[in-house]
């Protein structure tokens, strides 16, 4: 027998559609509408929205746009919250709300006002002090010191293209040249008035005149630690052997390699964007610019390959057989040799100098550097 409605004849009711646990709810704006918002909107909401009592923004501002078009213009004046509520008295959803909103307002306006006085400020940096005129800064470096010139050229650009003018290094020379100074003829007061490699001349004559650059010579060792690490992958330019008379009876021979310092990559960009006005261009010619000279003494002539246009890749200094002397050992290369790799014994064209009686090296300013005839 098929099974009736039920046992009092009534109908059985419809089964509850209950929302999965979890399962947030989607309210879209379109479906704001008085026939639409249902009791589900707000009992059964969002958790994270119930456990702050807070409404969704998109559910406050459809409701109030269907309250003002079916009141008219009165309900316009109605907050949103009233309208929700149904009375005109604040609810607890309404009063969070409110504590959320003053909060939020709060925390913009304290980024707004960090965000203007951080431009304040900077427009106050970029604002900051006052550019005098080139004559002023002549007339400052007329009192700088020869080894303060570098922190004098990083005050301002201004101060730095001072120290390019021909002016600055012509009074640098007048103000530390004497009479009774001993210099060579190509750095005497004549020479001066040229303006090519005019830089180059006055530092090369003030390891001459200025005493705390001749103490600086005078101290520092005839070669330093650090040669076979500073000549590493540097260009030899040029070689010559002469023979030389010293203090013992037999006669000494000098080799001289002469190289081009590799600039380290980082102040090769720096010097690149920073030039010298066109204009004192050739005063700041100096075609011995990075280069330096090893100087070795022997007791006895050696004969020595051709290692002109070849990388030096190698320095070493050794004992010598005889345990009173050194032996100098040089390796050259074709190209430079790069992340620290070690050469094998075989590879290069090898330079071995045995007995040494000296070894020296002289930057483009040293007093016994050789001055070429073009600078």
Known sequence: MARGPGSLGRPRPDPITMPKRGKRLKFRAHDACSGRVTVADYANSDPAVVRTGRV???????????????CGLEASQVPAEEALSGTGEPSDITDSSDEMDAQEKSIHERT?????????????????????PMDIWLLLASY??????????????????????AAFWTRLYR???????????????????????????????????????????????????????????????????????????????EFNFKFKKQSPRLKSKCVGQLQPPIQYKDVHTNPDQDCCLLQVTTLNFIFTPIVMGMIFTLFTINVSTDMRHHRVRLVFQDSPVRGGRNLRSEQGVQVILDPVHSIRLFDWWHPQYPFPLRA
């Open 56 to 70: 969704k923004k998109a559910v406050a501002n459809a409701v109030q746009q269907e309250v003002k078009s079916l």
């Open 112 to 132: 707004v006002s960090r965000k203007k006085k951080s431009k304040r400020h900077k427009e106050d940096l970029d604002g900051a002090g006052e550019e005098y």
């Open 144 to 165: 700088i010191r020869p080894e303060d010139i570098v922190n004098f050229s990083l005050i301002c650009k201004n101060a730095w293209t001072v120290t390019c003018t």
């Open 175 to 253: 103000r530390h040249y004497t009479l009774g100074a001993s210099l060579p003829l190509r750095l005497r007061p004549e020479s001066m008035e040229k303006l090519r490699c005019l830089r180059a001349r006055v530092i090369r004559s003030l390891y001459h005149m200025y005493e705390p650059f001749a103490a600086r010579i005078s101290t520092n060792p005839a070669i330093p630690e650090s040669t076979p690490t500073t000549l590493k992958n540097s260009k030899c330019l040029l070689f010559w052997c002469r023979k030389i008379v010293g203090n013992r009876q037999e006669p000494m021979w």
